[in-house]
């Protein structure tokens, strides 16, 4: 009882279909006829299934619905809907995609959600410039289709189809940071409608330019905090020339520490690789069951190359001398648009194909990051502590930046098990921290990482981000129970 | 006379040696000696000779001295001093070399200047993690030279030797930010003693990484603050490679516009160009002059390329094609070091070769940074507007980010003129902004340019700014009279 009552507070149980029936303030009749004379009565609702729909992300939190969703359709709603909200005390949480993976849209206080889809224009494109301007509707494979005739790309690539601005939000990155950096490197702009229902432009209007010194980073601010400090109603990315090239390849390695080895090596030789990413031997076979692969069964290397054909030949040619000094075997090279597709689709449906192990059962992903030299240690000890907990668990990782995910199946009816899974995380947040890394490398804090955040940044750090909280959003309306 | 007044409040005159004799609060005998008790009395001077030299940077801005200098020998030194200012409300500014642009140590209000550099440890160095931890007595060159054997090298580099904590404050960059990113990019983390003497470390003490997705970016607001959030007094930075090779170039083009079109062209397609400098033809002659050059007096792009020899034959292959097609001419390759150095020797002293042209006059320098599609037009604009305002200027422009000075002579003895400047400057600033750009790329907003700031951040921008100001430094204390 004791355990249940823990994962309860967790905000774990019931992580189901069901919605929590935990008090909420619920709406006048008359707050949400004015949300109706804002954006029109179609784009209101009340009903369960919306509300349901909109309490959850893909991660394990149970179902927390607002009470209300709109769906505004330009900026000037937004503002009107801040300015109601923020009149009457009642809650906002922003919706994208609801890809996140931490509970960032659960409506832990009720109130309204903001679903920003239907705001989807791409506003404008500047390929000269490098850059583009979306509205939150647009995500990461629709600007990309839209960008195919222009040589222009945007790389960042969280996995999940996710709405941009959302990935602004959460300062999302993905297996392409290694060489384009994350959302903090890839967002110049953002058009933010504040609590109050101004509406701020963090690098002035309309502006976009490689690097700026003038006054205070909002930009830098806004993006990764996660819903809490405003709506982002528009960001303006920089998008990268599409490479002339690519390869992709697998390798198997005898150990943990021979792929990050060559991972560190490979970076140390300053090869430009686009992506490289570790699989341990139980994510593989599950990959080669699932994606139907016929992968080695060991700790893997996927990798990507970019760049002109003799560029690549070389990069190639660089990796493979590395990864053989480090014992690798099993080389597989991919040159082909669609070989590298099933290899990276395969890697993208990880967390698919680990689900699948257990049908029933549902997944967790822890997501710390540490100095990259750390990386074996913690990689190692998670395996033993794994091992030890009897939980079933797989590893991914973002390996050049000292990022992985440690996921973990859970049979969602048994409360001791989702206690074991908590208590799993939090230690391997806080050995992280231990090694002087993060407790998240790209998933936010969200609603389970609220403790080692404090851990991680200290007290003064904790004070400074509360300070900026209170000075941004003074009634605590923006998405509350979040981060902080 | 009126034209003296207004250059006055601009803070132009007297700019030369002489410090102002405007109203300084002062500081009392005891609080001298609080100073000392804190720092030991051989680190306080309120000599004057010592207060004048603490009063400016490398700008025209004429000295404002503060009441005293301190140098404090470790962190713990720098919080007591912090502390004692804020309970007796003096005003501090952070001195790092002195090599700032923008009158950012001009002590405005007096007070209590902070001289870092006699804290000048390299305190930690991880060349597996590709990061290093330095106190703001250690320079851009200083750094370099104690990695020289490790592989690695730390490439922002704003031409001046400045102290890397100084940088991170004015959010610096210069000729490798085309390719290696400014100081926003490259820095990890910092210590900053707030302004009523707590330690923050902005993204958790110890602690270095790829990447973080936690919390509310406090390293990114502390990067460009200018001194008027905190003292910095360490900062963790990012480490890349050292070059397995490098080769410089230099080709003159037959117009502004062909030499930007050869760098558009060179980003789309890929080119991982490590510098990318344009020089006007004035600034060539000057060069040419000054460095013993022999250069075409034309329009000129100064190139940088690193890689592997492989990578870089392609890359110098790439580079003349495109740089070809655009009509370039007077092709000059080097390869070797001492050639290589000489060529950018004359460029990072294009500074002084402009000011030879005019012995006993100064220079100031504009900062405006464009979408890189605005440059050939806002270019051709400024020389336009530089030959009808009879002034003498030079343009050197880091073109890859669409970021250029033009220097300007005038005599510090002209009223008029200074008052020319300084319309002039204002103007490039305003038309920077109408092409949606900023006015400063890399020097800070420093005295002269607050007026823009709010022009180019908006009313809300520049209210949030000042909630983050008053919040942070609730007495004002900090560098005031810089920034907002």
New interface residues.
């Given amino acids: 009882m004791a355990l249940l009552l823990r994962a309860v507070t967790w905000g774990l149980l019931p992580w189901r279909s069901h919605c929590s029936s935990a008090p909420q303030r619920g709406l006048s009749k008359g707050f949400v006829e004015a949300l109706e004379a804002v954006v029109g009565s179609p784009h209101v609702s009340t009903a369960a299934a919306v509300r349901e729909h909109h309490g959850r992300d893909e991660s394990m939190y149970r179902c927390h619905p607002p009470d209300a969703v709109v769906w505004p359709q330009n900026v000037d709603q937004v503002s009107r809907l801040a300015a109601l909200c923020y009149s009457q005390g009642v809650a906002i949480i922003p919706f994208g995609t609801g890809t996140g993976l931490e509970g960032g849209v659960c409506a832990l206080q009720g109130g309204v959600c903001v679903n920003l889809t239907h705001m989807d224009r791409i506003r404008e494109l500047?390929p000269?410039?490098?850059?583009v301007v979306v509205e939150p509707g647009v995500t990461r494979k629709a600007l990309n289709t839209h960008l195919r005739d222009c040589?222009l790309w945007f790389p960042v690539d969280p996995g999940a189809d996710a709405s941009l601005c959302g990935m602004a939000a959460?300062?999302?990155?993905g297996t392409n940071?290694?060489r384009y950096?994350?959302m903090?490197?890839n967002v110049i702009n953002l058009e933010v409608v504040?609590p109050d229902g101004?509406?701020?432009?963090?690098?002035?209007?309309?502006?976009?330019?490689?690097?700026?010194?003038?006054?205070?980073?909002?930009t830098?601010?806004f993006?990764?905090?996660e819903g809490t400090?405003g709506l982002i109603t528009s960001a303006t990315l920089r998008l990268?020339?599409t490479?002339?090239a690519t390869v992709a390849a697998t390798c198997a390695f005898p150990s943990v520490q021979a792929a990050v080895d060559s991972t560190?090596q490979m970076?140390?030789?300053?090869v430009?690789v686009a992506r490289i990413e570790f699989l341990d031997e139980v994510m593989m076979d599950a990959c080669n069951r699932y994606s139907k692969l016929n992968c080695s069964v060991a700790p893997t290397l996927f990798l990507e190359f970019h760049?002109?054909e003799?560029?690549l030949a070389?990069q190639l040619q660089r990796a493979e001398v590395i990864t053989q000094h480090n014992r690798a075997s099993h080389f597989s090279w991919a040159k082909e648009a669609e070989e590298r597709s099933r290899l990276w689709t395969a890697r993208h449906n990880a967390w698919y194909a680990f689900l699948a192990l257990a049908p029933g059962f549902k997944g967790y992903s822890t997501?710390v990051?540490?100095?990259?030299?750390k990386l074996p240690e913690i990689l190692v000890h998670t395996k033993e502590k794994l091992k030890a907990s009897g939980l079933t668990g797989a590893i991914v990782g973002h390996v050049?930046?000292?990022?992985f995910h440690c996921l973990l199946l859970v049979n969602p009816d048994d409360a001791e098990e989702l206690q074991r899974v908590k208590t799993f995380a939090e230690e391997l947040g806080r050995r992280a921290?231990a090694l002087?890394?993060?407790?998240?490398?790209?998933?936010?804090?969200g609603m389970g990482?609220r403790q080692?955040?404090q851990e991680?940044?200290?007290p003064?750090?904790l004070e400074?981000?509360q300070?900026?909280?209170v000075?941004?959003d003074p009634r605590g309306l923006m998405n509350p129970g979040k981060?902080?």
């Fill in positions: 500047n000269e410039d490098f850059s040589g959460t300062g999302a990155s940071a290694v950096g994350t903090r490197d504040l101004r509406l701020l432009h963090t690098a002035g209007q309309g502006r976009h330019f490689k690097k700026t010194a003038a006054g205070y980073n909002l830098g601010l993006v990764g905090s400090l990268h020339p490479p002339e560190v970076l140390q030789a300053a430009p760049g002109s003799q560029a070389e997501d990051c540490v100095p990259i030299s050049g930046d000292g990022n921290l002087r890394g993060t407790c998240t490398g790209e998933h936010g804090i990482k080692l955040l991680e940044v200290g003064v750090g400074t981000m300070q900026l909280k000075m941004l981060v902080l």
